[in-house]
Antibody
Framework: QVQLVQSGAEVKKPGASVKISCKAS????????IHWVRQAPGQRLEWMGW????????MYSRKFEDRVTITRDTSATTVHMDLSSLRSEDTAAYYC??????????WGQGTLVSVSS | VLTQSPGTLSLSPGERATLSCRTS???????LAWYQQKPGQAPRLLIY???NRASGIPDRFSGSGSGTDFTLTISRLEPEDFAVYYC???????????FGQGTKLEIK
């Protein structure tokens, strides 16, 4: 069965960076993209970017393109999302999700990132 | 921009729910999806390509629409259906994946 398992909660200070991982299993990693979506408390879902599991091509939302980097480790079938220059507004749950022409069909459990001085 | 309405919908189990999603630009039918999210959980894909149910989704959930107006219908509400529902639009060049602001479906 397809599973996406994310790393644990993080507490960071403003200006720091955070790196979250997403371990994929149960399918052929190269066949799908992995997307990152975040959700601030009480807010809507917000797409951040994606990476191809096959060739590593990335695409980022314009809102985050200067602060986010998504990478993959094909041997570990793991995707990482690095968000820099953190501010309080980045406090949110961050999700990875498997993408395809059917939408985001499998999601990780979410990683809570808290940014506070 | 995706606009969902109503913001909150109060209904009773057994009733029919109709949720709306309006886009600011014409959407290619392949690129409209609906998700369900319960408190403390990740979203779950319900509908893709406007009207196709995702794997394991009960047939009381259906999607319809075209152009700029789309609808998610739940024919007979079950207690587990009370949640927040989001529509999502994909850009044709796969560079944008916009979500609506959500409709909260609550028990009346």
């Amino acid at each position: 069965q397809v599973q996406l398992v994310q790393s644990g909660a993080e507490v960071k200070k403003p200006g720091a960076s955070v790196k979250i991982s997403c371990k994929a299993s149960g399918y052929t990693f190269s066949r799908n993209a992995i997307h990152w979506v975040r959700q601030a408390p009480g807010q809507r879902l917000e797409w951040m970017g994606w990476i191809s599991g096959g060739n590593g091509f990335t695409m980022y939302s314009r809102k985050f393109e200067d602060r986010v980097t998504i990478t993959r480790d094909t041997s570990a079938t793991t995707v990482h999302m690095d968000l820099s220059s953190l501010r309080s507004e980045d406090t949110a749950a961050y999700y990875c999700a498997r993408g395809g022409d059917r939408g985001f069909d499998y999601w990780g459990q979410g990683t809570l990132v808290s940014v506070s001085s | 921009v995706l606009t969902q309405s109503p913001g909150t919908l109060s209904l009773s189990p057994g009733e029919r729910a109709t949720l709306s999603c309006r886009t600011s630009q014409t959407v290619y039918s392949t690129y409209l999806a609906w998700y369900q999210q319960k408190p403390g959980q990740a979203p779950r894909l319900l509908i893709y390509g406007v009207s196709n149910r995702a794997s394991g989704i009960p047939d009381r959930f259906s999607g319809s629409g075209s152009g700029t107006d789309f609808t998610l219908t739940i024919s007979r509400l079950e207690p587990e259906d009370f949640a927040v529902y989001y529509c999502q639009q994909f850009g044709s060049s796969l560079d944008t994946y916009t979500f609506g602001q959500g409709t909260k479906l609550e028990i009346k």
